[in-house]
């Protein structure tokens, strides 16, 4: 079983939509969460962080985490066609390290 | 902002060639990066060094050194280039000790080993 895994894709959504990326992770004591955005041809970019059980929203952006089934989405409202882009889930992994997911890859149909 | 920049955007070296990337950062971040990307297999991490002169192995250290010298750089060297090492090199910092595991990254470089 993989620490980190992501539905590969392609994720088709209709521009307005909600978009939803779930990945799932193994070691049920990670503490740490992040998202990061890739577009085509470049680096990842960080676009948010949970830490804790439950919902944080930014914006169009809000990331959901439950511990107890041990995975974390990211729901985008409104989907535009800027956020077609692949996502890559990462979890804490002991001490100032992450552990990627294979990320997946969105596309937002105008 | 924080800015990493690594030393090629792309690279090409013949088989059993040393190989050397350089990677700096100018936030004075402890901690530093190197991971490598492929399709379908996501990030995977190669060396990290938390201070300098200080580095441990990731997943996937075969065939890869690495020298942190000075705080704002960390190299990565192939010491005899394979084919099975052509990929998306990138390296990443973190913000900091308030948020340690936040990384940025620089913008990749792409070497291909003939």
């Known amino acids: 079983q993989k620490e980190v895994e992501q539905n590969s894709g392609p994720l088709s959504v209709p521009e307005g939509a909600i978009a939803s990326l779930n990945c799932t992770y193994s070691?049920?004591?990670?503490?740490?969460f992040f998202w990061y955005r890739q577009y085509s041809g470049k680096s990842p970019e960080l676009i948010m962080s949970i830490y804790s059980n439950g919902d944080k929203e930014d914006g169009r952006f809000t990331a959901q985490l439950n511990k107890a089934s041990q995975y974390v989405s990211l729901l985008i409202r409104d989907s535009q066609p800027s956020d077609s882009a692949t996502y890559l889930c990462a979890v804490k992994r002991g001490a100032q390290k992450l552990v990627f997911g294979q990320g997946t890859r969105l596309t937002i149909n105008p | 902002d924080v800015k990493v920049t690594q030393s090629s955007r792309y690279l090409v070296k013949r088989t059993g060639e040393k190989v050397f990337l350089e990677c700096v950062q100018d936030m004075d971040h402890e901690n530093m990066f190197w991971y490598r990307q492929d399709p379908g297999l996501g990030l995977r991490l190669i060396y990290f060094s938390y201070d300098v002169k200080m580095k441990e192995k990731g997943d996937i250290p075969e065939g890869y050194s690495v020298s942190r010298e000075k705080k704002e750089r960390f190299s990565l060297i192939l010491e005899s280039a394979s084919t099975n090492q052509t990929s998306m090199y990138l390296c990443?910092?973190?913000?900091?000790?308030?948020?340690?595991?936040?990384?940025?990254f620089g913008p990749g470089t792409r070497l291909t080993v003939t």
């Open positions: 990443a910092s973190t913000l900091g000790a308030e948020r340690p595991y936040e990384q940025y």
């Open positions: 070691d049920r004591v990670s503490q740490s």
